[in-house]
């Protein structure tokens, strides 16, 4: 099984303020033969279901705003908040789907104003 | 536009079978790549993948799950149904379904297995 790590367990960053998130898999996650890594980034908000942001690492999904971006390979990856707002408090989680008979989800990351 | 529905009980009791149905509609699962899964969350908790069909009727189940898993699809309703046997009360959650999009890989449309769209949610409480 692939095993998903982020990092930190939660940060609070000012508004205006970058935030960054790292996500670690226990194995590879870049699909050699098409140089894909096969890594999505959800935000979710309280009472909500869990947002899109990102797929294969870095691809933003149609209509996130372009202060959020995605970044790394293989086995580490970064999702960055370059420009913290108040409408980005969340709880943040990477997912691989690389392996097939297993896509797992991060344990979460959870941003906050200072 | 895509929406998806998750409906079924809010509550079951121990050992109880779990059927829960996803009705979806702006889009069809007889799409070449397309995929509707299933992703659980217990209270203040992290999400958990449980299940995806995809167009095919590839069945795709949790390891740790698959034994009490079944997933099934019925294209001409829109809906895709999820049972969970033997249910307990650390399978309290909200349940998910959500649509998994198609990618071109190469000169063919094949599943990914992240999820683009998602329903609202079912909170089911596993009690006696």
């Known amino acids: 099984d692939i095993v998903m790590t982020q990092s930190p367990d939660s940060l609070a960053v000012s508004l205006g303020e970058r935030a960054t998130i790292n996500c670690k898999s226990s194995q590879s996650v870049l699909y050699s033969s098409n140089n894909k890594n096969y890594l999505a980034w959800y935000q979710q908000k309280p009472g909500q279901p869990p947002k899109l942001l990102i797929y294969w690492a870095s691809t933003r999904e149609s209509g996130v705003p372009d202060r959020f971006s995605g970044s790394g390979s293989g086995t580490d990856f970064t999702l960055t908040i370059s420009s913290l707002q108040a409408e980005d408090v969340a709880v943040y989680y990477c997912q691989q789907y690389y392996s097939t008979l297993l896509f797992t989800f991060g344990p979460g990351t959870k941003v906050d104003i200072k | 536009q895509i929406t998806l529905k998750e409906s079924g009980p809010t509550l079951v009791k121990p050992t109880q079978t779990l059927t829960l149905t996803c009705t979806f509609s702006?889009?069809?699962?007889?799409?070449?790549?397309?995929?509707v899964g299933w992703i659980r969350q217990p209270p203040g908790k992290a999400l958990e993948w449980l299940a995806l069909?995809?167009?095919?009727?590839?069945?795709r189940y949790s390891p740790s799950l698959k034994s009490r898993l079944t997933i099934t699809k019925d294209t001409s309703k829109n809906q895709v149904v999820l049972t969970m046997t033997n249910m307990d009360p650390v399978d309290t959650a909200t349940y998910y379904c959500a649509h998994s999009p198609p990618a071109i890989f190469g000169v063919v449309m094949g599943g990914t297995g992240y999820f683009d769209y998602w329903g609202q949610g079912t909170l089911v409480t596993v009690s006696s």
């Open positions: 069909i995809y167009w095919d009727d590839d069945k």
């Open positions: 702006g889009f069809s699962l007889s799409t070449s790549g397309v995929g």
